[in-house]
T-cell receptor
Framework: GENVEQHPSTLSVQEGDSAVIKCTYS??????FPWYKQELGKGPQLIID?????GEKKDQRIAVTLNKTAKHFSLHITETQPEDSAVYFC?????????????FGKGTMLLVSP | GAGVSQSPSNKVTEKGKDVELRCDPI?????LYWYRQSLGQGLEFLIY????????KSGLPSDRFSAERTGGSVSTLTIQRTQQEDSAVYLC??????????????FGPGTRLLVL
C-alpha cells in the first residue's frame, strides 16, 4: 500500500519567515495530494490540495508543489504569522475501484514565534 | 451550518469493556470516514462508508473493531474488549461523496479514548 513520509517533524520559524514542509510518497499511482492543518483540540482542516495533472497551486500565502517524477510534494507558507502555528499533515490517495482513501504523513508541528 | 459532531468528546474506560463512539456527519454528505490518531502519529485510516455500505474496511486493526452507518447519516464505531493500545483520538470525517474520496473531508473534533 501507499506510504507517506513527512519532514520535518517540528519546525520553528520567526514571524514573517517562510516555512517549507516536505512529503514523499511511495506509489506512483497516487494522484491526489491534500494538506490539512490541525489546531490544538480540533479536527484537521483542509488548507490546500493538488492533483497529479498540476505542478503547483497557490492560495494567498500558501502554495503546494508536486514533483511526480521524484514522488514528492511540498507545502510552502510565506510571511508566517503566529496563527499559522499548528500541526500540518500531508496525504496522498490513489483512485482505485471507484473510490480512494487518504494515507497521511505523521505531521509537522509548526511554531511561529512573534 | 453545523459541522461534523462526535460524541462523547472524552471517554475513559477500563480494559476489557466495550465502547461506542458516535459520529454525526454534515447533512447531505454521503461519504463518511473513521480515523485513529495516536500521540505523535498521523491519522490512521480505519473505515470508509459510502451511504450505508462500507467498501473499504481495510484499516480496522482487529475484529474487536466494527462500525455501522444507518440511514446514510449517523455512524457508530464500536470497540469490543478494549485494550490499552486502543487509547487514541478517534476522528470522523464526512464529504459530499461525489469524487470518490478525492475531495475535501470535513473532520469532527474527535473522541479522546483512554483505556485504563
Amino acid at each position: 500500500g501507499e506510504n507517506v513520509e513527512q519532514h520535518p517533524s517540528t519546525l520553528s520559524v520567526q514571524e514573517g519567515d517562510s516555512a517549507v514542509i516536505k512529503c514523499t510518497y511511495s506509489d506512483s499511482a497516487s494522484n491526489y495530494f491534500p494538506w490539512y492543518k490541525q489546531e490544538l483540540g480540533k479536527g484537521p482542516q483542509l488548507i490546500i490540495d493538488i492533483r497529479s495533472n498540476v505542478g503547483e497551486k497557490k492560495d494567498q500565502r500558501i502554495a503546494v508543489t508536486l514533483n511526480k517524477t521524484a514522488k514528492h510534494f511540498s507545502l510552502h507558507i510565506t510571511e508566517t504569522q503566529p496563527e499559522d502555528s499548528a500541526v500540518y499533515f500531508c496525504a496522498a490517495s490513489i483512485w482505485d475501484s471507484g473510490y480512494s482513501t487518504l494515507t497521511f504523513g505523521k505531521g509537522t508541528m509548526l511554531l511561529v514565534s512573534p | 451550518g453545523a459541522g461534523v459532531s462526535q460524541s462523547p468528546s472524552n471517554k475513559v474506560t477500563e480494559k476489557g469493556k466495550d465502547v461506542e463512539l458516535r459520529c454525526d456527519p454534515i447533512s447531505g454528505h454521503t461519504a463518511l470516514y473513521w480515523y485513529r490518531q495516536s500521540l505523535g502519529q498521523g491519522l490512521e485510516f480505519l473505515i470508509y462508508f459510502q451511504g450505508n455500505s462500507a467498501p473499504d474496511k481495510s484499516g480496522l486493526p482487529s475484529d474487536r473493531f466494527s462500525a455501522e452507518r444507518t440511514g446514510g447519516s449517523v455512524s457508530t464505531l464500536t470497540i469490543q474488549r478494549t485494550q490499552q493500545e486502543d487509547s487514541a483520538v478517534y476522528l470522523c470525517a464526512s464529504s459530499f461523496g461525489t469524487s470518490g474520496g478525492q475531495e475535501t473531508q470535513y473532520f469532527g473534533p474527535g473522541t479522546r479514548l483512554l483505556v485504563l
